[in-house]
Every structure is written in structure tokens, then in C-alpha cells.
């Protein structure tokens, strides 16, 4: 079974950019789809991003596209975020999550396995 870490989250000022990172524990993380969610206070959790096992396929919410970066490094068992230019309404918690099925597929389903949760909190 995949355990998964999630760190990197903070306060960060509109505009500005945090990377967040996912560390596997447990066999076979070079073959898990992954992807990050995020939770907004009062709000349901939504997919922002996900990254197929090889890392030649992602995929992007709406909101996050062009601003957000998902990467992966099987060698390390680490998923990674990038977020640049971000905005007030990206504060949220980010859960690291994996599934078997497609990274497009994952965008409408609830992934198998899940990490903890990191806040991000972005001041306007």
C-alpha cells in the first residue's frame, strides 16, 4: 500500500508562488496516477490537477490551468506542485491523492488513497 506526505504549504502573498510536494512511502509508486485536490473553507473539495505514472500525461482544472504545474519523480516516490501567480481564491487545504485510473478519469472520481493535507493560504 502507498502512504502520502504532503509539505510545502504556507502563507504566501497574491502573486507569488509556493511548490508543494507528495512522498510516497510503500511499493509500486512508479505505477499510481497522482493527483492534488483542495478543500476551500466551507467549500466541497475539487480537483485542481493530476500526472499519469509515466508523467507524460496531465491534466488541469479550468482554474488553475497556466498558473499551476504537476510534476512527478518516480526515482524520489515524490509528486510535486507548482503554483505561480497565485490568487486569494486558491487558499485552501491541498491533499496529495492516487488512483489507478487515468489522470483525465481522476478529475471525477474519488481517488483510493489520500495524504493528510497542506494549508496554503494566499493574502491579497
Known amino acids: 500500500q502507498v502512504q502520502l506526505v504532503e509539505s510545502g504549504g504556507g502563507l504566501v502573498q497574491a502573486g507569488g508562488s509556493l511548490r508543494l510536494s507528495c512522498a510516497a512511502s510503500g511499493r509500486a509508486f512508479g505505477s499510481w496516477t497522482m493527483g492534488w485536490f483542495r478543500q476551500a473553507p466551507g467549500k466541497e473539495r475539487e480537483f485542481v490537477t493530476a500526472?499519469?505514472?509515466?508523467?507524460?500525461?496531465?491534466y488541469y482544472s479550468d482554474s488553475v490551468k497556466g498558473r499551476f504545474t504537476i510534476s512527478r519523480d518516480n526515482a524520489k516516490n515524490t509528486v510535486y506542485l507548482q503554483m505561480n501567480s497565485l490568487k486569494p481564491e486558491d487558499t485552501a487545504v491541498y491533499y496529495c491523492?492516487?488512483?489507478?485510473?487515468?489522470?483525465?478519469?481522476?478529475?471525477?472520481?474519488?481517488?483510493?488513497?489520500w495524504g493528510q493535507g497542506t494549508q496554503v493560504t494566499v493574502s491579497s
Open positions: 500526472i499519469s505514472w509515466s508523467g507524460g500525461s496531465t
Open positions: 491523492a492516487a488512483t489507478r485510473a487515468t489522470a483525465q478519469t481522476m478529475a471525477s472520481i474519488t481517488p483510493k488513497l
